[in-house]
């Protein structure tokens, strides 16, 4: 089975009273600032949603978000675009890109280290429901490289994954671990266990 267009949702440390609107200028500078790996394009403002996206720095390839989906603050990279490659490659690409974008805004002055992973959550949807419906078959069928692209990403530690039941809902994974992380160090091992594949 062949998915793409992977989300990965990365959970934030709950801080009360974040206005998600100190995120706007900062996702200006990363349009002004942006090299030529991919193509940013816009802002978008969904903060009158109510469990909604809150704001999108839109791409030409994928989005970035600060959302509250589910209630839950995190920081979102959906991939739009096609990509080549294994199923693992584009949850590698897709994770990397999350991780990456997490790093900034945690580091970023102007947001007074108010965004920052909570270490030990991070959601993979499949936003496409016709290559992945929210069944046992795509569960069976993807399971192998998931779980090979976790122990990339995770290492020796211990994880749990859970899976949501109601098949109107996209696929999707919500995975937990018993040691917590920063975003850098998953950056760094993810990016060593890619290389040190044959």
């Not at 002055?109 to 419906?133: C, S, T, W």
Request: aromatic share 8%.
């Amino acid at each position: 089975m062949e998915i793409q267009h992977v989300n990965i949702k990365l959970f934030l440390i709950d801080r009360d009273r974040l206005d998600l609107g100190a995120a706007i200028p900062v996702f200006h500078s990363w349009i002004q600032d942006q090299d030529e790996s991919e193509l940013l394009l816009d802002i978008a403002d969904y903060r009158h949603v109510p469990s909604g996206p809150g704001i999108v720095l839109i791409g030409h390839h994928g989005n970035y978000s600060l959302d509250n989906v589910g209630g839950r603050l995190g920081v979102r990279y959906n991939r739009k675009a096609a990509l080549d490659g294994s199923n693992r490659d584009r949850l590698v690409q897709a994770t990397q890109a999350a991780l990456a974008a997490c790093w900034r805004l945690e580091a970023d002055v102007r947001l007074e280290g108010k965004i920052q992973f909570n270490g030990h959550e991070i959601e993979v949807i499949i936003n496409d429901r016709l290559l992945a419906p929210n069944n046992a078959e795509t569960r069976t069928a993807t399971e192998p490289e998931v779980n090979s692209f976790l122990s990339s990403l995770f290492g020796e530690a211990e994880y749990a994954v859970s899976y949501p039941q109601d098949a109107r809902s996209l696929f999707s994974l919500h995975v937990t671990t018993r040691q917590t992380f920063d975003t850098q160090e998953l950056l760094d091992g993810l990016t060593a266990a890619m290389a040190a594949r044959p």
